[in-house]
């Protein structure tokens, strides 16, 4: 399974942990929307690419 992850900031110690855990196993990617002007056409191609979308506040 294909997993992206979406921060929108910077991951504490607790939220890198999670996505430790729940990225076991599976294939992932990362998307940033805490840089100045995030590409949210990527962004959209990364989440029809991906079986599963996690947004970490």
């Known amino acids: 399974m294909k997993i992206l992850n979406v ?6 110690d607790d939220i890198k942990k999670l996505v430790g855990i729940v990225s076991e ?3 992932t990617d990362t998307f940033d929307l805490n840089v100045a002007s995030p590409d949210y056409g990527v962004l959209v191609d990364k989440v029809f690419a991906a079986d599963k979308t996690i947004c970490w506040w």
């Open 7 to 12: 921060y929108r900031a910077a991951p504490s």
């Open 25 to 27: 196993g599976n294939d």
